[in-house]
């Protein structure tokens, strides 16, 4: 189990109705349901892994988020999560829009690019940085869209989103980032975890 | 097919009235079953046939001597595990396993109905086999499952039932039949009619089979439950018994052969009205018409969960279509999965030997299953 899980279960409510987008093979979704009791759906891209979550007894449907959400209606959920794919997508922007839209928040995590690891890497070996968050090469990467948790934040401003809450994840101890932080846990989160939900203003 | 002795069948006194507008009553339902119910009776699962299949779900079907067509899904510890569930399956009204259908004679002539028995709907059909239900006593089903016109029944039977049943699973089917659809029955029901031996239907009564056009009928309906690829790795231009071509309208490629194969055995199985009648049905099939251009309307009194399968080589009733239904039922935030199965064996898919489809069908039930 990935160590955010618990603090993703921790933001949510009992009982709440929750969509896990690119829930993989379930394991969040039987965390959440068996921690929290709520009425979680899954969403997922690979056949295989929909049949893992079918044996598991999770209501999963084989879809892509980029094309898929838009079956579901304004405010259907009271969470979306979408665990560190964000930088998967070809369009995070119209992606957070549907989260936001689908659900009354949104939970998402990103791997942290600006991890002082991957600047270091980047810096001495001129080459892509391969870490454990990240552990592909450039030609093999899903991660077409990295950001870092300081991209996140000017990210919500451009898009006009709330940011609740954001933690940073370091050596599985998890922290508070605000703007007073911002700069030394963006050097030092592996992971960071956003709480959000759509500006009023909207 | 006289020898009609092993079916067992109930007769529905119950008026019903047809969708056409006419009210049969005292009428056949033919019907099988397969493992035990519960005392809770709460492990029934009706199983819907496809546009040829009958109630002989799986075992030897007694009548043709030959597998039940779904035997590779239905059983002692396979998907639709018998040791487990009540399995419940009856021949659709319209249909020549035992239904009432075209073959019957009609009361009110002392002669066989042919094209005066009334046109029937998948609505039709689906209320006629819930008397099954009252039958054995059963409140609410574990699952209604089915594939292709089974699965348009699934839709039909949740909708017009929403309360029968806990479970629902259609497979590689439609909400609304397609014009494609509609265009490839259309060529098997002028096929069956342009037989001469078809006598306006009153073949019976001259002793006649239109064999011609029903083998044509179902040789053209054959070639849209496969895939191009399938048929290509499994036939190519492979010569039948023949070390070259013989300039002659002979089937020299195997394909013919294969065709004409499964056109000849059919015949002795079918009865060339039931074949007009039920596609009839399926064209007529449009719960996204019956609920005004909103399919979610069809399920919005449900709690039923539902397993919508489709497969990638299912061209007939492709991904997109199953994927239409998934999402009527996500917009009313219905309790969905939904998977589209690897498969090259086309529409043909949920009735063969496919893994990763008969693993993930038995996962579905057994996971939702509570005694």
Redesign the interface.
């Known amino acids: 189990m990935k160590p955010e899980y618990k603090i993703i279960m921790n933001m949510i409510n009992e009982k709440s109705r929750v969509l896990d987008v690119g829930c993989d093979d379930g394991i969040l979704m039987e965390f959440l349901k068996q921690n929290k009791n709520v009425d979680i ?1 899954g969403i997922e891209i690979s ?1 295989e892994k ?2 893992t ?11 892509n988020a980029e094309l898929d959400l838009k ?3 304004n405010k ?1 959920f009271d969470y979306v999560v979408l665990g560190q794919t964000l930088q998967a997508f070809v369009n995070p922007e119209i992606v957070i829009k549907e989260l936001l839209r689908v659900g009354e928040k949104a939970i998402v995590t990103i791997p942290n690019f600006g991890h002082w690891k991957v600047r270091l890497n980047l810096l001495i070996k001129g080459t892509m940085p391969v870490t454990k968050t990240l552990p592909n090469k450039w030609y093999n990467t899903p991660n077409i869209h990295m950001c870092t948790i300081k991209d996140f934040f000017k990210f919500s401003e451009t898009f006009n989103f709330k940011i609740f809450k954001s933690l940073a994840l370091i050596n599985r101890k998890v922290s508070n980032i605000n703007y007073s932080n911002l700069f030394i846990k963006n050097l030092f989160s592996e992971l960071g975890i956003f709480l959000i939900e759509k500006s009023d203003e909207n | 097919m006289n020898i009609k002795e092993n079916i067992k069948t109930i007769i529905i006194k119950k008026p019903l009235k047809l969708d056409c507008g006419k009210i049969i009553n005292n009428f056949p339902l033919a019907y099988e079953t397969y493992g035990s119910l519960n005392a809770k009776k709460s492990n029934a699962i009706l199983v819907c046939h496809a546009l040829t299949g009958d109630q002989f779900v799986t075992g030897l079907n007694p009548i043709t001597k030959k597998d039940g067509w779904w035997s590779y899904a239905v059983g002692p510890n396979k998907s639709i595990d018998t040791n487990k569930y009540f399995v419940i399956c009856a021949n659709v009204i319209g249909g020549c396993m035992g239904s009432f259908g075209p073959s019957h004679i009609n009361p009110e002539t002392k002669k066989i109905f042919g094209t005066d028995f009334p046109v029937i709907t998948i609505n039709d059909i689906v209320n006629a086999q819930v008397n099954l239900l009252d039958h054995f006593g059963i409140k609410q089903l574990f699952s209604v499952v089915g594939g292709s016109m089974g699965g348009m029944q699934v839709l039909q039977f949740v909708s017009n039932f929403p309360e029968k049943t806990k479970t629902a699973v259609p497979i590689a089917c439609t909400s609304s039949h397609s014009a494609q659809n509609i265009a490839f029955n259309e060529l098997g029901r002028q096929a069956i009619t342009a037989d001469h031996n078809w006598s306006d239907g009153k073949y019976t009564s001259k002793n006649n089979v239109p064999e011609k056009g029903l083998a044509v009928a179902r040789m053209a309906a054959h070639i849209t439950y496969l895939s191009k690829k399938g048929l290509q790795e499994k036939f190519g231009r492979k010569l039948q018994e023949r070390d070259d071509l013989k300039f002659g309208f002979d089937a020299d490629f195997q394909i013919e052969s294969y065709l004409r194969y499964q056109g000849s055995v059919f015949v002795d199985r079918f009865d060339a009205n039931s074949y007009l009648y039920i596609t009839r049905a399926m064209d007529y099939f449009d719960l996204v018409k019956q609920f005004n251009g909103n399919l979610s309307n069809a399920f919005k009194n449900t709690k039923a ?1 539902f ?1 919508v399968i489709s497969f990638t080589s299912d061209w007939l009733y492709p991904t997109q279509e199953n994927k239409d239904i ?2 009527a039922l ?2 009313i ?1 219905t ?8 498969s090259d064996k086309g529409h043909d898919s949920f009735l063969l030997d496919v893994p ?1 489809f008969l ?2 069908l038995k ?2 039930l057994d ?2 299953y509570i005694e």
């Open positions: 759906r056949k929909v049949q979550c079918i044996s598991k007894g999770l209501t999963v449907i084989e879809g079956q579901f209606p259907s | 969960k397993f998934v999402i996500n917009a935030g309790d969905v999965g939904f998977v589209e199965i690897e990763d693993k993930t996962n579905f996971k939702s």
